[in-house]
């Protein structure tokens, strides 16, 4: 935006992109291309064939059955709509100057909003959160590829995915977030071949 406000409209433009088997050169065939990359890298096709069958012996895709129970008061307060200090957590950590997604929202403005604004949105997160059912919009991104340093532009795999999603929804997720991470590491609900 600051580039545009200073008169350089230049649009960064992919080259035809090239996987080995055609070539995509219209930006819809581009995205295509890469969709089909990112899939393919994310797939647990990927993993080798030892950790798959650790994965499938061990049950790791799967929930474990026998976790232990956690107490009630735990699960109440799980299911209880979120407070002004839950909110106010997740604005605080949101990082600043970051790209917002289509609503073009950014996380400067919601950190700014008087505490009756803030009110609303808590009332906004709060339905999302009773119902069960999110805005529209927030089940949306942008996908942005960028180049790898050093990598051939023409090749799809040289680009990396950035997902830019509503910054109203990244702080509802981060609400949740920290809300399941108390609850899981409280009752000792993490198996232990859990990380990160």
């Known amino acids: ?32 291309l890469l969709a089909e990359t990112y899939a393919q890298t994310s797939s647990t096709q990927n993993y080798s064939r030892k950790f798959r069958r650790y994965i499938d ?10 976790a232990p129970s956690a107490p009630d008061e735990d699960v109440d307060t799980l299911n209880n709509d979120y407070d002004l200090h839950e909110l106010q957590t997740a604005i605080n950590s949101a990082k600043m100057h970051k790209s917002s997604g289509e609503d073009k929202i950014p996380y400067e403005m919601i950190r700014n909003l008087s505490k009756p604004a803030l009110k609303v949105l808590l009332d906004i997160y709060n339905c999302a959160w009773d119902s069960g059912t999110l805005p529209g919009d927030w089940k949306h991104a942008i996908v942005v590829p960028f180049i790898k340093p050093g990598k051939d532009p023409s090749k799809p795999e040289s680009y990396r995915p950035i997902a830019l999603t509503s910054s109203l929804c990244n702080i509802m997720e981060r609400m949740v977030t920290n809300r399941f991470q108390w609850f899981l590491e409280r009752g000792e609900q993490l198996t232990k071949n859990q990380a990160g």
Request: net charge positive.
């Open 1 to 32: 935006m600051a580039r545009r406000m200073n008169g350089n409209t230049t649009q960064r433009t992919i080259p035809t992109l090239d996987n080995g088997h055609g070539q995509a050169p219209s930006n819809v065939e581009k995205a295509d």
């Open 57 to 66: 012996r061990h049950n790791l895709h799967k929930a474990p059955d026998a």
